[in-house]
């Protein structure tokens, strides 16, 4: 039984941080996808920032260089650390898990992440 549970998420000026934490249970690092999206009032969720299932990264255009993903194995939960925030940033954020055979996924309850400008 896969279950995500988020943390972390809050409310910040513009130009700070947070980190989101997402601790999973009854997970396969290896070979499957996992990561963060998020949505926004209004919009679509979209992607900010995955493992592939080869172990590689891939952020989407609007955080790249500001958001890094990482992961930590010992304690089946992957990070995002999200610097230099603006209030377009503003979201519920979603870790999301994905098994490639079965194509099916996860998700996590939800974080707010609220950036006052």
């Known amino acids: 039984q896969v279950q995500l549970v988020e943390s972390g998420g809050g409310l910040v000026q513009s130009g700070g941080s947070l980190r989101l934490s997402c601790a999973a249970s009854?997970?396969?690092?290896?070979?499957?996808?996992m990561g963060w999206f998020r949505q926004a009032p209004g919009k679509e969720r979209e992607l900010v920032a995955i493992?592939?299932?080869?172990?590689?990264?891939k952020y989407a255009d609007s955080v790249q260089g500001r958001f890094t993903i990482s992961r930590d194995y010992a304690k089946n939960t992957w990070y995002l650390q999200m610097n230099s925030l603006k209030p377009e940033d503003t979201a519920v954020y979603y870790c999301?898990?994905?098994?490639?055979?079965?194509?099916?996924?996860?998700w996590g309850q939800g974080t707010q992440v609220t950036v006052s400008s």
């Open positions: 999301h898990y994905r098994i490639i055979l079965y194509s099916r996924d996860y």
């Open positions: 009854g997970i396969m690092f290896s070979g499957n996808v």
């Open positions: 493992y592939t299932n080869v172990g590689t990264t």
